[in-house]
């Protein structure tokens, strides 16, 4: 390889580089929020478990709408990264033109 071709793969994974740690914080952000997410989904879970057979209704239909905002929600991130991956690669990209 030649030194210029050596400085451009250099450079580019330099933007790679840059690209990646300008998504980290708002990826850290998404996996800190999923994560409140299914602790609150567990702790929804232990208190089915630990319901008094009267109350199992109403518990199930508070879980099951948890469940749902969950499954919306992480739906919601996944596009958000994956919108954010796109854009990552773009940009990878544009340095190859």
Request: charged share 40%; net charge negative; glycine share 4%.
């Amino acid at each position: 390889m030649s030194t210029k071709e050596e400085y451009e793969v250099d450079a580019l994974e330099a933007k790679a580089s840059d690209a990646m740690d300008d998504l980290k914080p708002e990826m850290d952000a998404q996996i800190a929020n999923l994560k409140v997410k299914f602790a609150e989904g567990e702790g929804k879970f232990n208190e089915l478990a630990d319901a008094a057979e009267e109350a199992w209704e109403d518990l199930k239909v508070d879980a099951e709408a948890m469940s749902d905002n969950l499954i919306s929600d992480v739906k919601e991130d996944l596009e958000v990264a994956a919108t954010e991956a796109k854009g990552f690669f773009a940009k990878i990209m544009s340095a190859f033109k």
